[in-house]
């Protein structure tokens, strides 16, 4: 498996630990981690796959294209879907900002995908504007993103870091634990588990859950 | 153990009436034939079925998240409805035997009309799809509507530092005073967010007690730990957002004493944004010259509870038992969130058990006042009483405390509590029940 010294030297040129001894951490962690943790089997997309996916966005009135994950661009990018309407997805959304902080301090990127039949680019944009979702709103009408990732509900956030030409899922699931199925809401969350994989990730620690079953609105599927 | 053992018995002077009990009433069975033509198309049913069943809430302006007034709305998160529909999640409706005014149940042959529709292409039928319309609202004559002098600000979500004990709750003291007494018929919640508001539990003040707790806060409304005084919240009745007014059948009323406030408890959800509660009550009085009876209400309530971490166990309430006859009129249950299931028994003179509220899936977010279908008359001798089921494991996701703590609380009539709203089917024994609540309320303080 590609070990993400590239995306460790980016994250970490001159804060804190060296990004030499931040990735050797890292490699000693992962020979001393049972396969079952996971890391070993983790999903990989090769660059010139994820490149084909080229998004709406809904917030530029153009109908520009963006593609998520660009040759050029940063080596950890984290997808969150989401949708204008799910309870669940939108009481995710104070998490989803923290989230946003948090991969943008550490030179990551995130972007909202909204993979649910029937969102338009003003109701994803005015969405975003109501409930103050700074990152970019992508638009999947297809489902090609969201089948590409086998998500099937909303909200759910993918992990992915980059090195080299393939990049690796580190975790799918939940933002945090607000909710334990539909209708079980705790009053707080009290496990941010996205921000927690992306400090494991930036400290060079392994990835301990890279999957946890998403609790959200299921995603009908487009007809074929 | 017999329930009267252990209990204390509340007894109300002795009034001896011999009452014929009214046979529980079955479940109206769906009328299956017409849901049976193959596949369904949204004309035909299935608009039908989704604007009865769903669109009193999930219109524009209503307490669902999204409107499913369009074919396209339901087609496109159709499987999703169904789930929900299937794990009994909606319509929101907690009890599972009775038969209760507003009672909101999807019959089999709908939810299977809703699946072949999907199945078959979801198709529209003859001529452009309907789009369905919230229910106009039932008639409701508003003798005196009280609004907050100004709104409320709720946060995005819920800050575990806020509150002590209970949580996302805010009291609210409407002044009425009125200078003669007031029978209530009916009561309307209007919520000005009506996708965060989701309870409003009533209580008509003359201690004081709630105008005293708002005046000290210097926010609208206050902030709101207990109840105010002996008489709890809910004992005038308990609103869920979006289930429609709550409303006594004919020939009751509760009775408002002269110089009354309306103390208002309302429970909230954050929505992930912060949304402004300005809300508005509105009550309906008894016609002139038209005769009806007070209702008066008993707790059924746990005064102390004491649970360990990662325990599980079962509270029982006090025992009351009934002097004289009553007519069963209403039951609002309010729990703790790590009350997983509860019931309600009547112990009939005859040894005869009769289960009059049967809970097994308790959520504190869905609770409102049960009014059965018509009042259920309970003899003279009924002993009446409560039990709840908590879980306080971490593995419960509704457990506020992560990892799980000890809970010893006690206070006023307990925060495990059905409250039942009776009235004496003889005049004479009225002022018995006039201060049986109170008398149990303060019993319970003592424990």
Request: with cysteine; hydrophobic share 40%; charged share 25%.
């Amino acid at each position: 498996m590609g070990i993400t010294t590239v995306l460790l030297a980016a994250l970490l040129a001159g804060t804190g630990p060296s990004a030499s001894s931040a990735a050797a951490r890292y490699e000693a962690s992962i020979a001393e981690t049972p396969p079952s943790s996971g890391e070993s089997t983790l999903p990989t997309f090769t660059q010139d796959r994820l490149a084909e996916f080229v998004l709406t966005d809904a917030k530029d009135v153009t109908g520009a294209k963006r593609i998520v994950f660009a040759a050029d661009g940063p080596d950890l990018v984290v997808v969150a879907f989401l949708s204008t309407t799910c309870p669940i997805a939108n009481a995710s959304v104070p998490e989803i900002r923290r989230l946003h902080k948090g991969v943008k301090e550490v030179g990551g990127r995130l972007v909202a995908v909204h993979p649910m039949l029937g969102t338009t680019a003003e109701s994803a944009a005015s969405h975003a504007k109501e409930r103050r979702l700074e990152m970019p709103i992508l638009l999947d009408p297809e489902q090609r993103l969201v089948r590409e990732f086998k998500g099937t509900v909303v909200p759910e956030v993918f992990i992915l870091t980059r090195s080299g030409e393939s990049w690796t899922l580190r975790y799918r699931g939940p933002l945090d634990n607000l909710y334990a199925e539909i209708g079980r809401r705790r009053r707080n969350a009290t496990q941010a588990y996205a921000r927690e994989v992306i400090s494991q990730i930036v400290s060079g620690r392994p990835v301990s859950i890279t999957r946890r079953p998403a609790v959200g609105c299921l995603i009908e599927k487009v007809a074929p | 153990m017999s329930d009267r053992e252990g209990g204390a018995l509340i007894g109300f002077g002795l009034v001896a009436m011999l009452v014929i009990l009214g046979r529980p009433v079955q479940d109206a069975e769906p009328e299956a034939d017409t849901l049976t033509i193959d596949p369904p198309t949204w004309n035909g049913q299935i608009g039908a079925i989704i604007e009865t069943r769903c669109v009193t809430c999930h219109a524009p302006g209503r307490s669902g998240p999204f409107s499913l007034t369009t074919i396209e709305a339901v087609r496109n998160r159709a499987t999703f409805l169904i789930d929900v529909i299937e794990a009994g999640r909606m319509p929101p409706w907690l009890p599972k035997t009775g038969k209760f005014q507003h009672q909101r149940v999807v019959p089999d042959a709908e939810v299977s009309a809703i699946r072949r529709w999907m199945a078959g292409g979801a198709r529209i039928g003859e001529g452009p799809p309907d789009v369905l319309t919230a229910a106009v609202d039932e008639e409701f004559r508003a003798g005196l509507v009280l609004e907050m002098p100004a709104a409320y600000e709720i946060p995005e979500e819920s800050d575990p530092a806020w509150h002590s004990g209970e949580l996302d709750v805010h009291g609210v003291n409407f002044p009425i005073g009125n200078s003669e007494p007031l029978k209530i018929r009916a009561i309307r919640h209007v919520p000005a967010a009506p996708q965060s508001m989701r309870v409003a539990a009533f209580a008509f003040d003359t201690s004081g007690a709630a105008r005293y707790l708002d005046d000290r806060d210097p926010r609208v409304g206050f902030l709101m730990g207990g109840d105010a005084g002996l008489r709890p919240v809910g004992a005038d009745g308990v609103i869920l957002t979006g289930s429609g007014d709550f409303r006594l059948p004919a020939g009751f009323h509760l009775p408002v004493e002269t110089g009354s406030d309306l103390l208002v408890q309302f429970q909230y959800q954050p929505t992930g944004k912060v949304e402004r509660l300005k809300e508005r009550i509105e009550l309906e009085f008894v016609p002139e010259n038209e005769g009806s009876s007070a209702l008066r209400w008993l707790p059924l309530a746990v005064g102390r509870v004491e649970i360990d971490a990662e325990q599980v166990a079962t509270f029982t309430s006090q025992t009351v038992v009934l002097e004289g006859a009553v007519d069963l009129v209403g039951l609002s249950p309010r729990a703790l969130e790590i009350c997983t299931s509860m019931r309600v028994d009547a112990v009939l003179p005859s040894g005869d058990r009769r289960r009059l509220l049967n809970i097994p899936d308790w959520d504190h977010h869905q609770r409102e006042s049960y009014i059965p279908v018509s009042p259920i008359r309970l003899p003279a001798g009924t002993a009446l009483v409560a039990s709840f089921d908590l879980d306080n494991t971490s593995g419960n996701p509704r457990n506020p405390d992560d990892p799980a703590a000890a809970i010893r609380r006690g206070r006023r009539t307990g925060i495990l509590n059905v409250i039942i709203h009776v009235a004496a089917v003889d005049p004479a024994f009225d002022d018995d029940l006039v201060s049986a609540g109170d008398r149990i309320s303060r019993s319970l303080m003592r424990r």
